[in-house]
């Protein structure tokens, strides 16, 4: 027996002739017969002629096939060594071809089997349609809790459960393949084809639905799933099903369970802090951008595509009704977009000019001359000058908001950084905005602890700090009284530092002192 990851090797091109006949009518009656006696072993081991008959009819071949015909087709196959016929030799004999037949039964080898599943997968998947299954990484972690539960007193069922390893890492890579099969499609093909973008900006819509909501959230528990996997053991699972798969040979055993274990850890390798499933994530928010450039390119194709005979039509029956030379003239530069033209024929439309503005950068050699004007000096598409908007306003009312912003960061991280490692209770007296900026930020640092370092670091983007938290007395807890209530937690260790130089570390407040604000 080969290896099983040196298949390859064993590729043999006689195993595959059926499926590589030149004569297209005689392949066809080849691999029809091959179906039929494919989904008749699922209902049974031996199908009768007449049986074979009336399936090769079911699969769709429908062209007259005889008995003499089937039965000598049947015996080509046999040679080839894809069905083998089973022959009742105490059933009564009638005639002479009674004699050779018998009562006769036939069914695909294993040979046969194996091939024709291969075949059939192979084209089935080529012409399925994408799919993103919503419940995928449940069911992961649900097939690896399987695992660990039956370790103990079912394992028995453990060869099925691996089994089920296999098909989980199949769906995996479906998922992924189609996700990205629909963002190159979105990138690479005709975007005006109505049914190919429909379908690619379905998938890419969906993706975008699931990922954050529905992977986000079980992504976690599969971690935890497999650091409980881990620490039950890949090859002491996979040995104590080898006893229950049915084999026979010593060698044969040994493969198994070798290839049992690397798919465990292919699986645990999807799901690794820098493998396929954090990518795919990660790349979520790039398919926004993808999909947003697939509508441009979609857009600016159908207008590219237009009727360029009729509008040239209609501008020459725009120019035929104006009544003067000079009204044609302008309808032109409207048209074609020849905008100083038409204000240098317009005398009378004058402009608010600010008259250049020679700009010079220090000891540079190079000056700027910078104009200003209410309109755009390059016309639109569209055929009329836009007038260029003024954005003082908005500009004055960002550096507001920035400027109030900075101000609550740096009060803020007034009232959080700390000297040193404190306790909570440190803390006592927050007023409330400042206690659930705190609070959010030691969760955080909780979800995030490394337990190698024995503490969680993270960044409070509200407040410009750093908040890093570390287990403090096992089993005791503390009670804090803030500005708006009572809280009571394990006790940790924290310690807040500030991020901004230009923040001072001040000693805490209480709520009372902030800035004479009254808790």
Avoid at 89 to 99: F, I, K, M, S
Avoid at 115 to 127: F, G, K, L, S, W
Avoid at 132 to 141: M, Q
Avoid at 156 to 165: Q, T, W
Wanted: glycine residues 6%; hydrophobic residues 45%.
């Amino acid at each position: 027996m080969e290896q099983p990851r040196r298949w390859w090797q064993a590729v043999l091109p006689a195993d595959w002739t059926v499926f590589a006949l030149p004569d297209d009518l005689a392949r066809e009656r080849y691999t029809a017969l091959l179906a039929a006696l494919e989904e008749l072993s699922t209902r049974g081991p031996m199908s009768s002629l007449e049986e074979i008959t009336a399936q090769v009819r079911n699969v769709g071949f429908h062209d007259p096939l005889p008995e003499p015909e089937l039965r000598e087709t049947l015996d080509q196959l046999a040679k080839w060594g894809f069905a083998e016929p089973f022959r009742d030799y105490t059933a009564p004999v009638r005639n002479y071809q009674g004699l050779i037949v018998r009562r006769e039964a036939w069914a695909l080898t294993r040979k046969g089997r194996g091939i024709v599943a291969a075949v059939r997968a192979a084209v089935v998947d080529t012409r399925r349609a994408l799919q993103l299954p919503s419940r995928l990484l449940d069911s992961v972690e649900l097939t690896i809790r399987k695992l660990i539960d039956h370790l103990t007193d079912q394992s028995g069922i453990l060869p099925m459960d691996l089994d089920d390893v296999r098909t989980r890492i199949e769906e995996l890579q479906r998922v992924t393949a189609d996700f990205y099969t629909a963002l190159a499609q979105m990138v690479q093909s005709d975007v005006t084809d109505d049914e190919l973008f429909g379908d690619n900006r379905d998938r890419v819509i969906e993706a975008l639905r699931q990922f954050p909501r529905e992977y986000g959230r079980a992504l976690r528990r599969v971690e935890i799933a497999l650091l409980d996997l881990r620490g039950a053991g890949h090859r002491r699972i996979v040995e104590a099903a080898v006893a229950h798969a049915g084999l026979i040979d010593v060698r044969d055993q040994q493969y198994w369970v070798e290839e049992r274990v690397r798919w465990i850890s292919d699986l645990e390798a999807w799901f690794a802090l820098d493998g396929t499933v954090h990518r795919l994530i990660s790349s979520a928010t790039g398919a926004v951008y993808t999909l947003l450039v697939a509508i441009e390119r979609r857009y600016s194709a159908r207008r590219r595509g237009s009727d360029l005979g009729l509008d040239f039509h209609v501008l020459a029956r725009s120019l035929f009704r104006q009544p003067s030379d000079e009204e044609a003239r302008r309808v032109f530069a409207a048209a074609f977009g020849d905008w100083p033209a038409w204000h240098a024929m317009a005398g009378c439309l004058e402009e608010d000019v600010a008259h250049g503005t020679a700009a010079a950068a220090g000891d540079s050699p190079y000056r700027v001359e910078v104009t200003l004007r209410e309109h755009e000096r390059q016309g639109r598409a569209s055929g009329r000058p836009r007038k260029v908007a003024d954005t003082s306003a908005a500009r004055a009312a960002a550096v507001t908001e920035a400027a109030a912003e900075a101000t609550r960061r740096r009060r803020l991280a007034a009232f959080l950084v700390t000297d040193g490692e404190v306790g909570l209770d440190h803390f006592a007296g927050l007023e409330s905005e400042t206690a659930a900026v705190l609070l959010r930020a030691i969760e955080i640092a909780l979800a995030q602890f490394n337990p190698r370092e024995g503490r969680g670091v993270v960044p409070v983007d509200g407040a410009n700090v750093l908040v890093e938290v570390r287990p403090g007395v096992a089993g005791r807890t503390v009670t804090i009284e803030l500005a708006e209530g009572r809280l009571t937690g394990p006790d940790l260790r924290v310690r807040v530092t500030s991020i901004d130089s230009g923040t001072a570390a001040g000693a805490f407040r209480p709520a009372g002192e902030q800035d004479g604000m009254v808790a």
